[in-house]
């Protein structure tokens, strides 16, 4: 049986050719030349496409058909820029193309390839330059391997590494990470703010496990409410969260504790009736240059000093 596959023409680049079948040796095996490659295209799992130097696909192999849904007859001769690339990528891939055939170099990349139904596949590509008989280059050979599917569980693996798993919030490591960060690139205006929920303990031995981390959760989403998609809302453990601040100073700073005050003051409505929290908030402002783990620090003493004050404040009861 012969295997073929659809490859650059005898005119050169941007033609089209008809298939070549492989030949076959004595006894069967199939001999070394033309059509041992070509069949080795076929045959193979990898991403197989090659690329005139004016952009038109010239191979397009069976395991690509698979992968984008497109079938070889369809997309040869047609431009890549208009099949597989991305729009928002299109430019870059030009730019690759045609200085690759400029300089006779080509590098690997890895980058966004569409399917036939706008969907998007990661594609990692080993890339060479095709040269012509008389050693010019006329096109790319691209071999891709579709990463799409260990893209997105590494993406999993770093986003349950870097937060809580209960409330979806930062984790107390992504939080410090984000925080030195900010205070390394010599931003003004970054401030924190440590959340101690006030009542939480006793919500939580009276109604349960179950309406503890219900509260958990709403207390998280009220604070995902009252900021902004610059700030960084974390749950440190237990019951103390924080949020930090990339801008706006002490004015934006004290606003917002008031507001995050409000928001955890409120009654939660949970499957046990209402249950009232509360919440010490203290706030720190930081320095560019400043060390995190300290400005954070700094914040949870204010948060202390707060929680305290309310406890002396708070009636005694008469033991008689």
Same mark, same amino acid.
């Given at each position: 049986m012969d295997v073929g596959v659809a490859p650059l023409g005898a005119g050169g680049p941007g033609t089209r050719g008809d298939a070549v079948p492989a030949r076959r040796a004595p006894g069967g095996g199939l001999r070394a030349g033309a059509g041992l490659e070509a069949a080795v295209v076929a045959s193979s799992p990898a991403l197989v496409c090659v690329i005139g130097g004016d952009g038109r696909i010239l191979l397009f192999n069976p395991a690509l058909e698979r992968s984008t849904g497109w079938r070889a007859e369809e997309v040869l001769g047609r431009s890549i820029y208009e099949v597989l690339a991305v729009p928002s990528e299109a430019a870059l891939t030009r730019e690759f193309v045609e200085d690759a055939v400029a300089t006779g170099v080509a590098h690997g990349q890895e980058g966004q390839w569409l399917d036939r139904w706008g969907g998007v596949r990661r594609v990692s590509l080993l890339t060479s330059v095709v040269r012509d008989e008389q050693g010019r280059a006329t096109g790319v050979a691209c071999v891709g391997v579709d990463v799409t599917e260990q893209r997105r569980e590494e993406a999993r693996l770093r986003e349950a590494a870097a937060s809580d798993p209960l409330t979806r919030l930062r984790n107390r490591t992504a939080l410090l990470a984000a925080l030195a960060a900010e205070l390394r690139s010599g931003a003004v205006g970054t401030g924190v703010l440590f959340c101690d929920l006030d009542r939480f303990k006793a919500a939580n031995d009276t109604h349960g496990h179950d309406v503890g981390d219900q509260l958990l959760v709403e207390v998280a989403a009220r604070l995902r409410a009252v900021t902004d998609g610059d700030d960084v809302v974390a749950r440190l453990g237990g019951d103390e969260? +924080?949020? /930090?601040?990339?801008?706006? #100073?002490?004015?934006?700073?004290?606003?917002?504790?008031?507001?995050?005050?409000?928001?955890?003051a409120r009654p939660f409505e949970t499957a046990?009736?209402? +249950?009232? /929290?509360?919440?010490?908030? #203290?706030a720190a402002l930081g320095a560019p240059g400043d060390d995190a783990e300290r400005l954070l620090a700094a914040a949870d003493r204010h948060m202390y000093g707060i929680k305290s004050r309310r406890r002396e404040r708070r009636p005694v009861p008469d033991p008689r």
């Open positions: 969260f +924080v949020v /930090l601040l990339r801008r706006g #100073g002490a004015g934006r700073l004290s606003a917002l504790r008031e507001a995050v005050d409000a928001a955890l046990h009736g209402c +249950v009232l /929290l509360g919440a010490s908030v #203290g």
